[in-house]
């Protein structure tokens, strides 16, 4: 059974396939320039991929912007949304008048069933 084992391949380790007759596609190499830590790193694409405006800097993970020649490139951000908080939509879906009534019958339930009274009496005192 020894003479049968493979010897001294690793597996997944090589491939046996050559690189002979094989046509690589066009690349075009595109540099991106990382403004918190100063760094420019140089990414491949195909040469008909259209390259992203933004990438993330290799060194800080910040957001690296694609250089043209020496200038950054633009980047449009109109289309980009604020993010909105709970209270913003809330107030999409009432006005401050109707929290407000809202709000002052949540208190009156809450005191009605606690007992009705005004609690002034310190706790444990």
Not at 18 to 29: C, D, K, P, Q
Not at 39 to 60: G, H, N, Q
């Amino acid at each position: 059974m020894a003479d049968r084992s493979l010897r001294g391949m690793r597996l997944g380790g090589q491939s046996l396939q050559s690189e002979e007759g094989v046509v690589f596609s066009a690349r075009a190499n595109y540099t991106y320039h990382c403004e918190n830590c100063g760094r420019d790193t140089d990414m491949v694409f195909a040469a008909d991929a259209e390259a992203p405006e933004t990438w993330e800097c290799k060194s800080c993970g910040h957001e690296a912007t694609l250089m043209v020649g020496d200038k950054p490139v633009e980047i449009d951000r109109s289309n980009e949304k604020t993010p909105r908080s709970h209270w913003d939509m809330l107030l999409e879906r009432r006005t401050r008048d109707e929290l407000e009534e809202l709000l002052e019958e949540r208190l009156q339930y809450l005191r009605a069933r606690r007992g009705g009274g005004k609690a002034t009496e310190k706790i444990g005192a």
